[in-house]
């Protein structure tokens, strides 16, 4: 899964190696073969990084495929994700299908349709669709052939006890998504039954992604990027369910907190489905351990220390009284889960470009995906804020306006001698009134490099936190990019909220050379996603120009020069306005960048952060 | 499928104490929720107003009136004379995000204007959160337009309707409850200071916390009925609680020393206005109602501050230290 394809070898080969380590696990007591089992995956984890990703690559020779396919093979838990789906469909909430279109997307729904019962609704949510159509409401073709107000169930009305499919649910405005989840929830639009799967087809790239209010309540994550349509054809037996887990709902809480899942719908949404896949038999460790692959590990924010004692040193208390224990059979000091064994499973499944991030830098990944409904909120040019009289022509028509303008005379007309049903004059007609947004959002490109970049860096972000602190007064938005070093780097991508920001800021590092084209490059792709989603972008370059290091990472001044200035006149050229702001002592360089840019010149060379916002304000 | 049961939830001591209060005394002016995903936020919400007694109200009001006291801006009921009641459900109303301003203030009602060519309001969701709650998840992310709209009538318990050739006026008092992620967005100054308790939730940290939140919801999603049911008890202890509680109320005594106590406490936080010597007054005289108390002590002022104040604070961008920190040196201070 994820988007650097996986070789097949590795995959099969990890397949294997876990394969190997729980085929001990129904054997209980065999506590030799999972120490051993331990050994292996000790050395892998803590070993050089980018080749954790594929841990027990040198793990024992294959074997046969016996029985087979117990294995972190990403078709084969996409296809068990399915078939949870299609057994219940509100039970799971839904899954997140991370593909683009394609035939592999489109196998994975008809593997779904063809699973479920087939009278099941099956709906597709509209883009934009509007709160009638999605909660119920006036059906306005209806109403206006009949003459009186036909209502009609909204599309989560009618998907009730079906599945309802989102395309580029990336995408979704908040307040949809934000209506989804309170369906989710209560499993009711408008007072009525609505208890639905939700399939978001997510088509994102790099960091878009599905709201995360909407996406934390889904179960399952499914990424099917990586898997060829070839490997979609294999239909892999259920693993064996082995023994009965002593305390399932404990093991999966400390897995989740072994790889750091911190919302609590994580660990329930995974008991849940471990309680499907038992059905009617104890929950077994092997039922714990897909529970486990299928929710937590794509929700991963961290790997379990390889040496961390088992977290079950905190066996449950029994401060919730009155509990009847699950499956009648819980002994509270069910103390050996989750051990190496099942922390491999998991971890083996952790999709592979999620397993990089992890391992390069931490949590970056959620803090990138937090500000998602921020921005989607953004992305809409001119947004209804009520409708005026006026000539459909010159705008767009607001029909439930014109027709509301119209129903208090209806009666009053039919007694003027009128026969049609409804009488609508040039007067009742009603025009949408839109409202561009005109929100701002500073990108700050700030020079990390060498000596000087400690101070400079201070200041832009004590600039970067003033200018947030006022944000509300003019709704802006700001963000920054580092470059220093062979490159440069999103610390803070666009965000209104100063909590974030202080965290994103926190710890950044300076030092090194002066890769200028590559930052000026970094600062244009955001300002021009920035523009994408209907906000108004504006640079602020904090530099001395003197560019050392080229776009290949190669050092030397006349390239790195050569390039910044290329780059500088690229951002001209996608008419951003920018402000470049030089902390330098002499000055030529960072004025030709500047010139180059056609960007505003502001000479501060020791910037301070009340200054520099000061500045900023004035000149953007 | 009954409601997850109040008295289930584990942990989050703060976010339910300040729900209990909102629920005796609802002028406290609403509680803020702020913090990580998946912390039983909506949870909390639901259940309590599913704990609430049903509340009698005016039959075929659309705005949920007392029989005892309509409104006097209740155009239903204004016309005066004995009303027939019957009990219903407290009312709690989502407001989603991105609604429309019609969904939210009401608007023509089509169909009557249509069928019967009559020009009659249809109520939209702030009559229907009259008397009851009207919570907003990710508050932080509504609508400018909406904020504004929200924080008049939060002032005035009155929904002023022009438009469409309407004009009229009905009462829209309710507790607002908002939760929300503050990653997300900044809260608009004006909307966080009408909150009158702002709390923060994380999630559990600790494991035993955590399994049995998960085993409770596991138990409960395995069989509702009988989860409730072995909670019932449990349910009608709060349930009396809070009857007690509002009981009470009238009755309990604000003494001299600890309103000095307060004032001291909003001067040492420079808190902007009256606003936050007010609130921590009626929380902490909500809370003493609760605890069965006939005065409000040092101990009720000093449990109820950090929500009644950390979000009152005037902000200095530059300063790393939390708000709740703030509020804890200060009542060392004042307490000491």
Known sequence: ???????????????????????????????????????????????????????????????????????????????????????????????????????????????????????????????????????????????????????????????????????????????????????????????????????????????????????????????????????????????????????????????????????????????????????????????????????????????????????????????????????????????????????????????????????????????????????????????????????????????????????????????????????????????????????????FCVDASGSAALERLAEAKGAVELLLAEAYVRRDRVALVAFRGTGAELVLPPTRSLTRAKRGLSGLPGGGGTPLAAGIDAAVAVALGVRRGGSRPAIVLLTDGRANVARSGEGGRARAGAEALQAARALRAAGLPALVVDTGSRGEEARAVADAMGARYLKLPRPEAGQLSAAVRAAL | MPTFPFSAIIGQDEMRQALLIAAVDPAVGGVLVFGDRGTGKSTAIRALAALLPPMRAVAGCPYNCDPDSPAESCPHCAGGGPRKSHKKPVPVVDLPLGATEDRVVGTLDLERALGAGVKAFEPGLLARANRGFLYIDEVNLLEDHLVDLLLDVAVSGVNTVEREGLSLRHPARFVLVGSGNPEEGELRPQLLDRFGLACEVATPKDIPTRIAVVRARDAYERDPEGFCAARAGDERTIQKRILLARERLPSVTVPDAALERAARLCLALGTDGLRGELTLMRTARALAALDGAETVTDDHLRRIAPAALRHRLRRNPLDESGSTARVERALAEVFA
Do not use: Y
């Open chain 1, 1 to 443: 899964m994820g988007a650097p394809p996986l070789p097949p070898p590795s995959a099969g080969e990890g397949t294997l190696r876990s394969r190997g380590g729980r085929d001990e696990v129904p054997q209980e007591g065999s506590n030799g073969a999972e120490s051993g089992a331990c050994l292996h995956a000790g050395p892998a984890s803590s070993g050089s990084r980018a080749p954790v990703s594929r841990p027990g690559l040198t793990a024992g020779p294959p074997s046969p495929a016996a029985g087979g396919g117990r294995t972190p093979d990403p078709w084969a838990d996409a296809h068990r994700a399915a078939r949870l789906i299609a057994a219940d469909p509100p039970a799971f909430g839904g899954a997140i299908l991370r593909a683009a279109p394609g035939p592999v997307r489109e196998r994975w729904l008809e593997t779904l349709r063809t699973a479920l019962h087939p009278k099941t609704p099956w709906r597709r949510l509209p883009p934009g669709i509007g709160d009638d159509a999605l909660l119920g409401g006036l059906d306005l073709a209806a109403t206006l052939a009949a003459g009186r107000a036909i209502a009609r169930p909204g599309l989560l009305a009618q998907a009730d006890g079906g599945i309802v499919v989102v395309p580029m649910a990336e995408r979704l405005p908040p307040g949809t998504a934000s209506r989804l989840a309170a369906a989710l929830d209560t499993g009711t639009a408008s007072d009525r039954p609505a208890r639905f799967g939700l399939i978001l087809l997510d088509e994102g790239e790099g960091d878009e992604a599905v709201a995360e209010p909407l996406a934390d309540r889904l179960a399952f994550r499914i990424d099917l990027n990586a898997i060829g349509l070839a490997e979609t054809q294999a239909e892999l037996p259920d693993p064996e369910p082995g023994a009965a887990a002593p305390d399932p709902v404990g093991d999966l809480c400390a897995l989740a907190e072994a790889f750091g899942v911190a919302s609590l719908r994580g660990p329930i949404l995974a008991a849940r489905v471990a309680r499907r896949l038992a059905v009617d038999r104890p929950i077994s460790r092997q039922d714990i351990v897909t529970a486990a692959r299928l929710v937590l590990a794509p929700r991963a924010t961290r790997l379990p220390a390889p040496e961390e004692p088992a977290p079950e040193n905190a066996a449950p208390p029994e401060e919730t009284r009155a509990e009847p224990p699950p499956d009648g059979a819980s002994e509270p000091a069910a103390a050996d889960l989750p051990d190496e064994i099942v922390l491999e499973a998991v971890r083996a499944a952790i999709p592979p470009n999620l397993l990089d991030q992890l391992l390069a830098g931490g949590p970056r990944l959620t803090a990138a995906k937090a500000g998602r409904v921020g921005q989607a909120a953004a992305a809409r040019t001119g947004r209804p804020i009520g409708s005026r009289r006026g000539d459909p022509r010159r705008g767009r028509l607001d029909l439930l306006g014109t027709l509301r303008a119209a129903a208090p005379w209806q009666a009053v007309r039919r007694e003027e001698g009128e026969t049609r049903r409804i009488v609508v004059r040039r007067d009742d007609l009603r025009i949408r009134i839109l409202r561009q947004r005109t929100e701002t959002t500073t990108v």
